[in-house]
Structure formats: C-alpha cells, structure tokens
C-alpha cells in the first residue's frame, strides 16, 4: 500500500518562499513520477510540476522559473521549492505518485500567499 505524506504549507507573504516535501511509503520500483498539483475551490485540480524515476521534470507554465521539483537521495522523497510567491498560488497542493496507471494522492497542505 502507497502512502504519500505532505509538510511545509502554510502563510507567507508575496514574493515570498516555502518548500514542501512529500515522503512516500511503500513498494513501488521502475518507472515512476512524483508530483504536485494544486486545486482551489470550485476548480480542477492542475498538475504544477512532475519529476520522472529518471530525473526529467515538466512544470506548469504559470510557475516556470519560480518553482523548482527534486527528489531526495532516497527514491521516496520529493520537495518542491516555491520563489517569488504570487496571490495566485494559494491553493491546497497535493502530492502525486504514478506508478503502475496508478495515480496515489496525500493529503494535501494548504499553501496561503497573503499579506
């Protein structure tokens, strides 16, 4: 059984930083990817950023150059480090493991971009 745990959500101002990280557990092996989306109320949740099992990434037009994903020594951890903070972050952002035409989903973390 996969388990994905997200930390790190919480108020910051515009233009700010936070990073998130996402520990998953459980058997998975070979190809996979590790992401975050986000969703705010009334809207589809949308993919923000995804790290392949090889190491590519693909991000979200809206946070190119403000948002990076890495994963950690360990296969299981995922981080996303979000710069320069906008209004239009704020959302609750999930972590994501395919593997197997799997999608697993954590909890979600509240991220607040207010002032």
């Known amino acids: 059984q996969v388990q994905l745990v997200e930390s790190g959500g919480g108020l910051v101002q515009p233009g700010g930083s936070l990073r998130l990280s996402c520990a998953a557990s459980?058997?998975?092996?070979?190809?996979?990817?590790l992401g975050w989306y986000r969703q705010t109320p009334g809207k589809q949740r949308e993919l923000v950023a995804v790290?392949?099992?090889?190491?590519?990434?693909t991000y979200a037009d809206s946070v190119k150059g403000r948002f990076t994903i890495s994963r950690g020594n360990a296969k299981n951890m995922v981080y996303l480090q979000m710069n320069n903070l906008k209004a239009e972050d704020t959302a609750v952002y999930y972590c994501n493991l395919n593997w197997a035409t799997q999608d697993y989903w954590g909890q979600g973390t509240q991220v607040t971009v207010s002032s």
């Open positions: 790290i392949t099992s090889d190491g590519t990434t």
């Open positions: 459980g058997r998975f092996f070979g190809y996979y990817t």
